[in-house]
């Protein structure tokens, strides 16, 4: 305590001796039912500043709110209260005290309630064990309270409740959950949902979320302040920022109910606009010029525009009957009411004096507002996709059955081509084969001098095998050549053993080959066949060996089949200069060609001749 605060009590001192008969506490009120006694009235002075010299004690009405009585100043404030008489152990409980105090019992320090400037002890309630040692046994006792209150920071002094210790505490702790449990629960449950709606705003750049993520935020500063002892700034810079944040939380959940009815009304929007504008300069102005006026007018300016909101959403709520808007109106009559208790009965004072604020609590409701609106919009979205995807399941089944009908008249006009290009095929290969040697025993019989029976046997056999060869090669082989060569090995061995001829076969065993079409087996027996007619009609040979084999690629090479054909006969020879020229061996090589193989035909490593087939295979 500083000199002048020294000086200024000990002329407090002077005087109260001096006017002890101006003054005098009353004693404390007995409640019967309760066991305790209610304190309401004290003899009070007060010192507007440190220069200034204390005022005369006077007798005063608990609740002291010094905002009211001394509006825009700081202070210090004594007073003087009479306990119960008696030394029984007891317990002081004060609801409000502050900002900062000391208390004296009898004259002797009994607690020290704050600080400095930093500390607010109003925030919550104070329980004060009065020890039996300082209370007399020959008289009155008596409290004395010395309070420091600085300007528009709600310094209060309710009235004392003396009484046992253990109801003192279990009042206390009901107490406790308004000031702290609660306000830390509402500082975690705007940090919570004003996070989500950011994140949900951020996404969706939806408005609704955007406003209420900004009323939230701006609403942690009140619950906040109530939980935390210690302020963050300066007085009265930090009750310019409490009084911003509650300002704006009030006008932007105004904004924000309106949103959720999907509702925007340009005169409620200018309207709203305007009041936070308003808003923002006199809480300004109240804590720049520490006039308390100015903020009173910025709580009747939200209040009505509450009542305004309130007005409209229930209209709405009735009209439409929505469950989300009667939810808001619900949240929004609470605020209201919780308003109206603040202004009226807290701030003003105008219809009864009260302590403790209701708004702080009543805001909470828009937390569960604003679940509701989550969960709504979820589930709705929830429904569309259903929806959706049911509209889509339908219209994929529609396209999925165009498809397959597609499919089945593709697949269909496919089949009816395959079976035309087969039958063109099979007409081509009568013409060009049997019909060509039909045409050319036609010739021979009508040829003048007739023709010999070998000859036409010749042809005849040729023909034959020309159509066994196009049966043949419609019969299902499963990519298998071992089997095409086995079927022709048995249609060609009477005919080459008739003539004399020796075949050796030596087939290895070959994998399926995908290449082995119809067309290819036809083109390969007709090869084959026009090799084996060539032996027998120019080789003079004894013997043949046919020889089949599988080589792996390397290399970058693809695989291949190599069919070999050699005889011991006298080998290639020249053509007589004037013998006709001959179609067959350029026939082999055009046959060889279409099936992608490469046909080699020259001279045996023994002797004879050596007609060779390279063909290679795609990779499986």
Sequence with gaps: MGCCARAALLILMFLQAGLALACEPPPARPDPKLGWWRIEQACFSLQASTDAAPTAEQSLALPLRWDKLRNGQDGRAWLRLRLPEGNQARALLIERVGNQA??????????TLGRDSWQDMAKQSQLLLLPPALLRTDGPNELSIELDAQALRGAILTPLRVGPAAEAEALQARWRLFDQMLPAAYVASFLLMGGLAAALWLRQRDPVYGCYSLAALAGVLRPLDAVWQNALLPWPMWGAALALGYGWQIVLLNRFIVLVLGKNPRWLVHTINVVLTAVTVLASLSFALLQRHYWTAALGLMLTLSLLSLALVLREALRDRQPIAWMVVVSGALSVVAGVHDFFLVRTGWLGEMSRQLTPHALFAFVLVLAWVVVA??????????SLNEHLAERVAEREEHLRQAFETLRSQQQEQAVLNERQRIMREIHDGIGSQLVGLLNMVNREGGSQREELE???????????MAVDSLQPMDADLTTVLATLRYRLQPRLQAAGLRVVWDVASLPPLAELSPQAVLQLQRILLEA????????????????????????GRPAEVQLQLLDDGIGPQPAPAD?????????????????GAQLDIGPGPQGGTRVAIAWPQAAA
């Design 458 to 468: 010749t042809q005849v056999r040729q023909a034959l095998d020309e159509m066994r």
């Design 377 to 386: 919009r979820y589930s709705r979205t929830l429904a569309d996709y259903r």
């Design 579 to 595: 013998a006709p020229a001959g179609h067959g061996l350029a026939n082999m090589r055009a046959r060889a060609t279409s099936i």
């Design 532 to 555: 084996f007619t060539n032996v027998l009609k120019h080789a003079r040979a004894s013997s043949v060996t046919v020889t089949a084999r599988w080589i792996e690629g390397h290399g």
């Design 102 to 111: 000391r208390l004296l019992l009898n004259g002797h320090r009994l607690a």
